[in-house]
């Protein structure tokens, strides 16, 4: 399991991409997020820090590879994903979160919101209605 840090969280998009810069993840197949169905990469950062007290966001980016090279492609998805914030361990999740498509395979998740400390799951959903049609699970300790 990955674990990310969210109370000191770098600037970097996880699996080594750059704000800006889609050339710094060089292959789809060092991707270490992919949706369990499509096999799609998920790329993602921080863009406000939660805090205790403080609501957060992020920026995540989905992406596929080119078949000639295995560059990323950004993938437009056939839904707006839903970001879910589940601590496992204690059986409860956090406030909702909402997701706005920001550009073609990115896309911009508000009101991040961990309600305690401790191993959080961020579960990147593709629904159809209330039915999830793909996921990609990260895990943090907050």
Same mark, same amino acid.
């Given at each position: !399991?990955? /674990?990310?840090?969210?109370?000191?969280?770098? $600037?970097?998009?996880? +699996?080594?991409?750059?704000?800006?810069? $889609?050339?710094?993840?060089?292959?789809?197949?060092?991707?270490?997020?992919?949706?369990?169905?499509?096999?799609?990469?998920?790329? @993602?950062? @921080?863009?406000?820090?939660? &805090?205790?007290?403080? #609501?957060?966001?992020?920026? /995540?980016?989905?992406?596929?590879? +080119?078949?000639?090279?295995?560059?990323? *492609?950004? #993938?437009?998805? &056939?839904? #707006?994903?839903?970001?879910?914030? @589940? !601590?496992?361990? !204690?059986?409860?999740?956090?406030?909702?979160? $909402?997701?706005?498509?920001?550009? &073609?395979?990115?896309?911009?998740?508000?009101?991040? /919101?961990? *309600? !305690?400390?401790?191993? @959080?799951?961020?579960?990147? %959903?593709?629904?159809?209605? +209330?039915? #999830? %049609?793909?996921?990609?699970?990260? $895990?943090?300790? /907050?």
């Amino acid at each position: !399991m990955d /674990f990310l840090v969210a109370r000191n969280p770098d $600037t970097r998009l996880h +699996n080594q991409l750059l704000p800006g810069n $889609t050339s710094q993840i060089q292959k789809v197949a060092d991707c270490r997020s992919r949706f369990q169905s499509s096999g799609y990469c998920l790329l @993602w950062q @921080w863009e406000n820090n939660p &805090t205790s007290t403080q #609501v957060g966001s992020l920026i /995540f980016k989905v992406v596929r590879a +080119n078949a000639l090279d295995d560059s990323p *492609i950004p #993938v437009d998805l &056939t839904s #707006v994903p839903a970001l879910v914030l @589940w !601590m496992s361990s !204690m059986g409860h999740g956090s406030s909702s979160t $909402t997701v706005e498509k920001v550009d &073609t395979g990115s896309y911009r998740a508000k009101n991040v /919101f961990f *309600i !305690m400390p401790g191993e @959080w799951e961020l579960k990147f %959903q593709v629904k159809d209605g +209330n039915t #999830v %049609q793909d996921e990609t699970v990260v $895990t943090l300790i /907050f």
